[in-house]
């Protein structure tokens, strides 16, 4: 029996998925519908080959594996097991640690699981940035806290406070559009859209406008704080207006942006407890990706193993 794939819980997963060749024939399905294509020479004909499980192109002979270009290329982890994980991190709101995750999946060693991850966190990101933010759009920065192992022996020499070492610069992007039929003074009179979160180097006018480009519709409308890098922000987008407000009433004037941030660290000290430097995007990928499509009705497995299989060496 065909189960239906809206809102696939552990028994439906186990149903779908009894072993290790109804998982690579399920991947296999989706390669084919979503077209293989010969990295060598970029043909999309090909010739299947079941006792090897391999493509073989029809124009120059390349042989492409069922994992090959996907998120599972050089993987020696069972299929099964990297869908196992997937339905994990995309069946809960939340998240899982990579040692709960490791102990989910029943895996002897960690580094395998927490690389499995990091994986499918890159390659939500890489799904997400194909699309733009657009209409009215709350902006503003944070400072998230990371661990940087190469300055942990300096821990003294470190700089306090805002913009400490200790700290990542994060911009921040919200669809939110004013919503005049809420009459309830405790709730927020804006509905919120897709988000995005980006990791900044330094937070000038010049990196947020370049971040903002790339993020954001141009007849878009951006509502801002005083800061002075947004200063510029109306050379990127057709509109801008920032609001001069004190911090302890920043988050009336920008409801969503502050929400967001809040939810997102509460998330990560929550389950994480500490993220290392260089990964910090890849956590706030599947933030992202996960709240953007919260109110999508189908599975979002099946949106990750399409998106994870099209992650490619490209």
Known sequence: MVQNED???LMNFNERFPNEESCREYLK???VAEGVVCKKCGSPKHYWFAN?????????GSRTSLRSGTIMEKSHV??????MCIHLMTSTKKAFSALEMQRQLGMKRY????FMMQKVRSSMGKRDKKYKLSGNIELDDAFFEIVDLEEKENDDEQKRGRGSNKQKKVLIMVESEPNPKQKNPNKKNRSMGFVKMVTMDDL???GINYEVAKSVNKQSSLLTDGYHSFARLNEVVANHKAIVTPSKEAHKKLPWVHTVISNAKRLFLGVHHSIGKEYLQNY??????KLNRRNFESDLFDRMIIAGANDTWY
């Open 204 to 206: 000038s006018s010049i």
């Open 7 to 9: 809102n696939m819980n």
């Open 284 to 289: 706030l990928n599947e933030f992202c990706y």
């Open 29 to 31: 399905g989706k390669r």
């Open 52 to 60: 090897m499980e391999i493509w073989k192109c029809a124009d120059c």
């Open 111 to 114: 580094e395998p699981v927490w």
């Open 78 to 83: 069972p299929v099964r097991t990297w869908f």
